[in-house]
């Protein structure tokens, strides 16, 4: 059989690692899907820079700046987009999708909130959508939530999906950094891009969380509505003091399925140092899943680069080059549930989410503080699961003192009325610094 | 649709998880399938012990001792084998494939053993024979090496696929305790059977990892090439002195792709205590995967237990639901790589194989034993990376001292060659205890 033939819409990292790797593994991968997979065209904004990096092997792609005519070319089977973006992206894949092509990309931006129409356009047509690399990287992540634990009611997922952050914390934490130098170092090395909003706000990793949110519960892609705190206002002291009290702060991103909704949020989170979640370092991602029959499973790799990122596409160009001739009612749902039986169970404003607090606050060092602090919270119903206050020789000069508390269980919004009246307190000098428990269960 | 029925031959741990897990998810499970799934026959020894342990749930599935005549149902679209065993559980996947129903077997030794013979009988009859249960419970696994990775030339895989062994190596290391004490704890807690044999002789996870060296590499299914070394003979101070260098002991099983040839072995083995592998205790399983495009992955969970191991069992059973009517070869291969195109590349006999080794031994405390050890080491090419004398404190009464020597990498018939010189020194007292080290790239 003639191998099928993908057009690569973008060659920045991502494209020219999917380009690597399927010529390097090509035997190897033949064997596995009974058909070769070969990159025919390449549609790129500057065409001579392509072919200067393809090197020998220009002369056995196609490479040009219409995006279109790749789009379009009956001889294509799959496009492949890397472009990334909500914008041309958007355009190129709806208009593969018309004219019949299947799809696969590593855009997380684009599914997270364009993923409803896109979808809906690629069932009317009967074509796939493959997007294993929208989500930590070569971890095959979304094909053990969709196919892997079908078995399952899943309950919740956690999971360190943005590996710059993950830099900048282990940096942070291991070597006593703050985040502005913690993300220098990051940049220098690599790690961070020149404007790294997307990765240390929580956006990309919001993206990630949502698309999988979606496939383990059943709802549809709703990234508007996911809570988004990200890493940039993280002190050092903060982690220093989580580490005092056993816990590692790592930026999750949590989704849950509770009996009032779905908690879609990402945050600075601490998690107890014994969880192997917690000693995932550097660049490195890792997802927890809990299911109600396998319990809790974890999956770890990692979540960026060339050829990580490019494992799984070329893994979704195997799965779409042996089912893309079966009947499209045998393919796995895009979004792991049959379309007609998507569920529009809300997803739970960040007030009426519930976790355990960390809540770190300056006092005046005098008689009673403590006693007002406590009284608040007992009022609140919140109880505490461990106080530490900084010994004298850590009080600063002026008779002030930390005091951190860490809380178990509680609702979002009752934490926040609590922690108005402790910051209306007259011993009390600072703002509460409030970050959330998570204790994976 | 109908849901597709599926006879059940078993109601042990796993055919019962199996029917549980089935009947709380079936909605769940059918949003995501588009079909229902259900189990419409049992077979069993004991009819009257499975039909009361269904309890309300036993009007809705036929139970009866006669297997052939739910293998030969013709109602009956998929046959979950759920016996064990090489014996009855060949004969009856056998006779399901024949009659060209799709099977589902959690039987780990029947495909390590005979799964050449099942494959072709499977192929023969356009038949699926689905297995993720068979490695690591509910650790999609198979689907991740079969599926997940297929961008990938898989370089080597180690896993700890044996939860039992885990469970009384982690209780040896954390209270101290010796291998015959710890192996009671294990049986009084269920992690162990009465006849703990397979499990601890490292036979079970032998089975595992035969399937997965099959899937990563391409060869045919080969357990009687595999090397396989248990932990009976495991002394609770290799695991103190291995804890004073930096590592931990686990029964791993691996599985490497070399110049020359393909590694399979099972044995206890010396890891870095830093390696996220090192850090899972108890009975959980991982596995970690090295790719060449990917790196290493990791994928952790319940290896074993009634629903973990169902989890496994009902995503082959929504699988096959899904692709059963497809064209056979639109589905994935058995053993992940088109049937004529697996490899005959040889399994290295252990002698062949390169590892780091861990040398403990007792010398009589006289000048110049060093020596003549380090002399006989240097002789033979081995380099040694750490040595370890205990102090004159711990010296025994006699003047004899334990020496432990850890070497780079090296030929295992030069450390044996080695060892045998070392044995011969009037010098020393004791056999050398030999453990290989894993260095996890």
Partial sequence: MDPIKVGLLGFGTVGSGTFTVLRRNQEEIKRRAGRGIEVARIAVRNPAKAIAALGDAAGSVQVGDDFNSVVDDPSIGIVAEMIGGTGIARELVLRAIASGKHVVTANKAL????????????????????????????IPIIKALREGLTANRIQCIAGIINGTTNYILSEMRE???????????????????????????????????TIMSAIAFGVPVQFDRAYIEGISKLAGIDIKYAEDLGYRIKLLGITRRTERGIELRVHPTLISAKRL?????????????????????????????????????????????????????????????????????????????????YLRLRVADVTGVLADITRILADAGISIDALLQKESEQIADNGETDIVIITHETLEKNVNAAIACIEALETVVSRVTKLRIEALN
């Fill in 111 to 138: 599914l997270a909130v364009h993923g409803t129409e896109i979808f809906a356009a690629a069932r009317a047509k009967g074509v796939m959508v493959a997007f294993e690399a929208a989500v930590a990287g070569g």
């Fill in 277 to 357: 979640l917690a000693n995932v370092e550097g660049a490195m991602n890792a997802v927890e899943v809990h299911g109600d029959a396998v319990g809790a499973t974890l999956y770890y790799g990692k979540g960026a680069g060339a050829e990580p990122t490019a494992s799984a596409v070329v893994a979704d160009l195997v799965d779409v080059t042996r089912l893309h001739t079966a009947d499209p009612e045998h393919r796995v749902p895009h979004l792991a549930f049959q379309p007609q039986s998507l569920s529009d169970t809300p997803i739970l404003p960040i007030d009426e989410v519930t976790s355990g607090y």
């Fill in 175 to 209: 070597r006593g950094l703050d985040f502005a130098t913690a993300l220098k170092g990051a940049q220098a090395h690599g790690y961070a891009e020149a404007d790294p909003t997307f990765d240390i706000e929580g956006i990309d990793a919001a993206h990630k969380l």
